[in-house]
């Protein structure tokens, strides 16, 4: 990490895409040791599939469109669609518009998902830093010609931490 005597101001569009993932770096562990920021356009379609994560927290607000939000242990983790789950003390999937704010712990199982028929955009913050380097290994499996190859995606995320409980679902 560089020792930064300044603060750091980016102006709109600028940061680093992350593929064509929809992904633009903010701030990633080069400037920060402790979070990196990203500004995420989710796809109509678009599901990043249940999943939790050994160490890193999470932090997701919308600015544009919806997205369908999971943030909590269901009664049952089933392997199909986690937008039918529920939780024990009866919290359920919520679709979020502006303003909407989903904080996820470390060992949280969460989701988003895009439902609708136009882009969502979000700022998405992880902490600690370093999650760019998850986010570049995704990118490039999905940027590569055909279907997402599924198990390149659970491996990428086992190597950072992240345990898969439904599948990742491209949008388009």
Known sequence: MCAMTHGLVLSPGSGRRMGTSGMTLKVGADVSARWSVFEADVEP???????LHDEAEELFYILDGELDLL???PRIRASGDWRAWESGTGHKVVRGGP????????GCPHAFANPGSVPARMLFLAAPAGHEL???EIADILDAPGPPDQRAIAEARTRHGIHQLTPMKPGG
């Open 99 to 106: 303003g909407s704010m989903m904080y996820v712990p470390s």
């Open 45 to 51: 379609g678009f599901d990043v599939g249940a999943h």
């Open 134 to 136: 998850y986010i570049r």
């Open 71 to 73: 943030a909590f242990e």
